[in-house]
């Protein structure tokens, strides 16, 4: 079955188990229906679809992975309609996010796993695990402690509608829990359908599962010691070994499967790059980071890469350099395209994983690993672009600028600027006595357009360093977390409250469990 029709039976599938099982805080007896169907009868294909689209759209939403996630970690600013750029976030949005996790994608990966079990079939339960701990992963490092042990059981025989929340010290240990049991459970699977982000690839499965595992060992690194853990993985395990591991679900080219921010760009032009980001791969680079031609349009009026500082006042941002909306630079193609990569894990952020492991003793290789994995990472994050010839279209701009510089005219271009990167760039020589600052910010430059994963990084690492908006709100401070839902406090005030009191105070401001430190 072809990639649309696959979409279209998900959709239509997923309505009728929408109002089968769909729960109410009012009456449980809504929620009994004799016509419903039964695990046994329901289509894990179409669960499976249905939990990779709705996991990767809200992910990558428009208002909160750019505009809470991108815009905050300083990719995207906003230059008009500023609030969220200025650390108002609206709640109608994170209560959207919110009921997106639980009640869509993560209900349908834990119908999925339900339906793995009962019908004893390993490859569904494994892959349910692995997007279960994925969309959970995101829930409590946006919000802190959620809720996890009690959570998607709404449609169960004895329901639950108001979960308790679990800390996210217990989350994650569950998590990798999940991760190690589901690349067990992928040796030998059976053949699965509705696979929208691997084709059925079952081995691409175990190297995503343990390749996440890295992400949460590391990311809960400064609580608990993940030494043992990671050699293991890194010694014994599959993981991601060249970029066409990626984890990325490939939109489709027309609505409503293409991407999100290709749909907000049908009727909104609100986005444009940071100029925090074009400063450091082009403005200020010694000689530029050729990223930047993908990152970034080149501006309207002076045909030049500019960016514009984040959290202006909405008057100012539109009057930025007298017009900002054409003298600054828009998001590029490659990432409003319909059929733009909806990323959710990289082989670039593998290998930064591993060269800050390396770094900090968890594994062992020192500088010497660290230094490969480093470089390694910084050419799979350009190449990343390339698989499909977008990046060297983009430098053509620079061609006659490259052929001043001694390139072949009959030359790959390419090529030409990843050795013109190399030697003038100053980014890509590995300095040990910096290497942990170098690694971070290198990070964060290859999660451009994962705005999510950047900022929970950025939280964690504190680099690169970076000044909070011109206009912003939250006392001068860059968020690092959102607000619980007010939809929570309606439905679920007990356990919410005493989620809050174990935390602190429900702001902006409130660290997660693992976010001890402003940097290493």
Not at 461 to 475: M, Q, V
């Amino acid at each position: 079955m072809n990639r649309n029709k696959i979409y279209l039976a998900a959709a239509s599938f997923l309505m009728l188990i929408f109002f089968s099982v769909s729960c109410t805080q009012d009456f449980e007896e809504i929620n009994t229906n004799s016509n419903a169907p039964s695990l046994s009868q329901a289509a894990p294909d179409m669960l499976l679809t249905n939990a990779i689209e709705s996991m990767t759209d809200r992910v990558h939403n428009i208002f909160l992975g750019h505009e809470m996630g991108s815009a905050w970690v300083q990719h995207m600013a906003k230059v008009q309609y500023t609030d969220e750029d200025r650390y108002i976030p609206r709640m109608s949005v994170i209560n959207a996010a919110w009921s997106s996790f639980y009640a869509s994608s993560g209900m349908d990966a834990q119908l999925l796993y339900d339906i793995g079990v009962e019908t004893n079939n390993a490859s569904y339960q494994a892959i349910a695990l692995i997007l279960k701990s994925y969309i959970v992963s995101v829930v409590t490092d946006e919000w802190g402690d959620v809720p996890y042990s009690e959570a998607f059981l709404g449609a169960a025989d004895e329901a639950v509608l108001s979960p308790v929340y679990d800390t996210q010290a217990s989350i994650y240990t569950a998590l990798l829990a999940n991760l190690e049991q589901a690349s067990t459970l992928l040796d030998g699977g059976a053949a699965i359908g509705g696979d929208i982000l691997y084709d059925g690839d079952l081995m691409a499965w175990k190297k995503f599962a343990n390749s996440l595992s890295l992400r949460l060992l590391m990311r809960q690194s400064d609580k608990v010691d993940p030494s043992a853990a990671m050699s293991a993985i890194f010694n014994g395990s599959d993981i991601f070994s060249s970029n066409g591991d990626n984890a990325a679900l490939i939109y489709l080219g027309a609505a409503p499967n293409n991407h999100p921010f290709n749909e907000n760009r049908k009727s909104r032009d609100d986005h444009r790059v940071s100029n925090t980001i074009i400063n450091y791969l082009y403005t200020d680079a010694p000689s530029p980071d050729y990223r930047v031609v993908v990152y970034a349009e080149l501006a309207a009026n002076s045909g030049d890469w500019v960016g514009i500082p984040n959290g202006m006042l909405s008057a100012s941002a539109g009057q930025y350099l007298g017009n900002g909306l054409a003298e600054t630079s828009k998001i590029g193609e490659y990432f409003t395209r319909a059929n733009a990569p909806g990323m959710l894990m990289s082989y670039a952020e593998l290998l930064f994983i591993k060269a800050e492991a390396a770094a900090r003793g968890f594994i062992s290789g020192g500088d010497a690993v660290a230094e490969e994995a480093y470089q390694a990472g910084i050419k799979a994050s350009w190449d990343q672009y390339n698989a499909d010839g977008t990046f060297a279209d983009a430098l053509g701009v620079w061609e006659s600028t490259f052929i001043s510089w001694g390139m072949d005219p009959a030359g790959d271009i390419y090529d030409f600027g990843w050795v013109d990167f190399v030697d003038w760039g100053g980014t890509y020589a590995y300095d040990p006595a910096n290497g942990l600052e170098q690694i971070a910010t290198q990070k964060w430059v290859a999660m451009f357009d994962q705005g999510l994963q950047a900022a929970f990084e950025w939280r964690r690492t504190g680099y690169p360093a970076l000044t909070p908006a011109i206009d912003g709100e939250n006392g001068g401070k860059i968020p690092v977390r959102a607000y619980y839902p007010s939809d929570e406090a309606a439905r679920n005030p007990t356990n919410l409250s005493a989620a809050v009191a174990a935390q602190g105070t429900d702001d902006l401001n409130t660290r997660v469990w693992w976010d001890v430190a402003d940097n290493f």
